[in-house]
Each structure stands twice: as structure tokens, then as C-alpha cells.
């Protein structure tokens, strides 16, 4: 099974912090996505990207930047957190051919 | 509002009963199909997917699939209180890069 590991795992910042959420898979899988987890909103899509270099843009994308610096690398950037960010984030990764996405263990990220 | 609709919200069924789980898409450039489950405390893992109109049944696990009215459902025969878990339907776009979007999901619990 693919190998998706999150960094840090837990994470408090204080509104108005810089915070970065990095995420590595040792697949070379083409697709790298990240999402937000809050209940009652199910997985709420934040960016995503097929390859080094390339940035899609989710659903909810508002104060979240990303950069994919390489195949294996993918980061999510929350350059003035606020509590409204308060959330689990999980990262994924698919293969081009194949449509199964492979989850982290999430970072759980609270903006006091 | 969700593109991905979930019903119901939770579900409880008693142990050995059956569990019957529903989606729709209201986004009508989806194509493919997911469902999640998600362990308390866990990532999301792949439980089934579907492409084609019809059924596909893996175990104990059956999904139905309606691409007309963009409509999926899990049935979960001889429930556990393994089976007990948030269970997400996921839909890819069939436009652009393929954003894969998931619904808020529904909370089962299976009672013994």
C-alpha cells in the first residue's frame, strides 16, 4: 500500500502565526492532494497537484497556499492562521492510471 | 453547499442487520464513484468503488450505481460493530484535472 506520512501530527499556533504542513509519498504517485476535515463538511478539497511544481486549485482555498517541490513533496502554507482554520487536515496521493487516493494519518492543527 | 450529498446524516442498525447508505451528486460533470470508510481515529481507506451503471457486490458490501440521476449507494449486509465507521462517497470531476470531492458522510454504528 502507498506510504503517505503527514508532518507534524499535532500542531498550535496563535492567530495571525505562520504554519507549514508538509507531506511526502514514496510512490512517485502523480497526484498529491490536500483536504479539511471538520465535521459535519466531510473532506473539503484545499489544493492539489499533478506533478513538480504544479498548483490546482480546490474548493477551499482561502488563506491556504501549496507548493509541490518536488514528486515525493507537497506543502500546505497558512501564512496568517486564523481559529477559522482549526481543523484536521489530511494529505492523499493517487497514481495517474489509478483512481484510488492513499490518505496520511493527518495533522490535527488548532489557532488559538 | 455540498456537490456531494450524503444521507443519512447517522445510521444506526442493529448487529446482522442491513445497512443502506446514499449519495448523489447534484455536480453533473462527475463520472466515477468512491465510497470511504473511516475509522474513528483513522485516514479514510477505499472500501468500494463504480463506474458503470448496475451493482457490484465485494463480500458483504454491495454498491448500486444510477449515472443518470448521479446516484450511488452501499448497502452492508450482516453488519459487525466492526463495520462501525464514518463512511464517505467521493466523486471525480470529468473536467480539468479530475478534483475528486467528497460528501460530509454518514456516521454508522452498528450495535451488538
Known amino acids: 500500500e502507498a506510504a503517505v506520512t503527514q508532518s507534524p501530527r499535532n500542531k498550535v499556533t496563535v492567530t495571525g502565526g505562520n504554519v507549514t504542513l508538509s507531506c511526502r509519498q514514496t510512490?512517485?504517485?502523480?497526484?498529491m492532494y490536500w483536504y479539511r476535515q471538520d465535521t459535519g463538511h466531510g473532506l473539503r478539497l484545499i489544493h492539489y497537484?499533478?506533478?513538480?511544481?504544479?498548483?490546482q486549485i480546490g474548493d477551499v482555498p482561502d488563506g491556504y497556499k501549496a507548493t509541490r517541490t518536488t514528486q515525493e513533496d507537497f506543502f500546505l502554507l497558512l501564512e496568517l492562521a486564523s481559529p477559522s482554520q482549526t481543523s484536521l487536515y489530511f494529505c492523499?496521493?493517487?497514481?495517474?492510471?489509478?483512481?484510488?487516493?492513499?490518505f496520511g494519518a493527518g495533522t490535527r492543527l488548532s489557532v488559538l | 453547499q455540498q456537490k456531494v450529498q450524503q444521507s443519512p446524516e447517522s445510521l444506526i442498525v442493529p448487529e446482522g442487520g442491513m445497512a443502506s447508505l446514499n449519495c448523489t451528486s447534484s455536480?453533473?460533470?462527475?463520472?466515477y464513484f468512491w465510497w470511504y470508510r473511516q475509522h474513528s481515529g483513522k485516514s479514510p481507506k477505499m472500501l468500494m468503488?463504480?463506474?458503470?451503471?448496475g451493482e457490484k457486490e465485494e463480500g458483504r458490501f454491495t454498491v448500486h450505481l444510477n449515472k443518470a440521476s448521479l446516484h450511488t449507494s452501499l448497502h452492508i449486509r450482516d453488519s459487525q460493530p466492526s463495520d462501525s465507521a464514518l463512511y464517505l462517497c467521493?466523486?471525480?470531476?470529468?473536467?480539468?484535472?479530475?478534483?475528486?470531492?467528497f460528501g460530509a458522510g454518514t456516521r454508522l454504528k452498528v450495535i451488538a
Open positions: 468503488s463504480i463506474f458503470s451503471n
Open positions: 467521493a466523486a471525480r470531476g470529468n473536467t480539468g484535472n479530475y478534483k475528486y470531492v
Open positions: 510512490n512517485s504517485h502523480n497526484y
Open positions: 497537484s499533478y506533478g513538480a511544481g504544479n498548483l
Open positions: 492523499a496521493s493517487r497514481e495517474f492510471s489509478q483512481n484510488t487516493l492513499y
Open positions: 455536480d453533473r460533470n462527475v463520472d
